[in-house]
């Protein structure tokens, strides 16, 4: 027989019954805050003693000296550093335009003349033609 007085365990289950259940209290605890990836603005000094997270990187751009520094950790914690230079686009396409119009890598046309002669390229189209007879006779 099982008697059910609702006295705790051992005399049954009382429907009524629900238990001790302590009041949830939750807490304000701040987290850490940590800075994974970012991108400030500073000197070569700085970009070299940041401190990166494993895994993480930080890009640093000095904009007196047209510089950009990423500072990086791997997962492991071993630190990488880079310095890369950059240029305005718009100064970039000047200096094309003018390496262009003064380039020293075309060859005129009388330099081309002093290269080939017309008797090497008569000896070149007698080669080409000697080459067809030889392909053509092949596919016979």
Same mark, same amino acid.
């Given at each position: 027989m099982n008697y059910n007085y609702g006295?705790?365990?051992?005399?049954?289950?009382?429907?009524?019954?629900?238990?001790?259940?302590?009041?949830?209290?939750?807490?304000?605890?701040?987290?850490?805050?940590?800075?994974?990836n970012e991108v400030i603005y500073g000197t070569y000094e700085q970009a070299k003693s940041r401190i990166v997270f494993p895994g993480k990187s930080a890009? $640093?751009?000095?904009? +007196?000296?047209? !510089?950009?520094?990423?500072?990086?950790?791997?997962?492991?914690?071993?630190?990488?550093?880079?310095t890369f230079s950059y240029t305005s686009l718009d100064e970039l396409s000047s200096n094309q335009q003018n390496s262009t119009t003064?380039?020293?890598?075309?060859?005129?046309?009388?330099?081309?003349?002093?290269? $080939?002669?017309?008797? +090497?390229?008569? !000896?070149?189209?007698?080669?080409?033609e000697e080459l067809k007879e030889q392909f053509e006779g092949l596919k016979k």
């Open positions: 006295y705790g365990v051992g005399y049954g289950t009382n429907p009524y019954y629900q238990g001790y259940q302590p009041a949830y209290r939750q807490e304000n605890v701040e987290q850490p805050r940590v800075i994974y890009l $640093i751009i000095n904009p +007196d000296k047209n !510089e950009a520094y990423v500072s990086s950790t791997d997962q492991d914690g071993k630190p990488h550093f880079k003064n380039s020293e890598f075309y060859v005129k046309r009388e330099e081309l003349n002093d290269f $080939i002669t017309k008797k +090497d390229l008569e !000896e070149i189209n007698l080669r080409l």
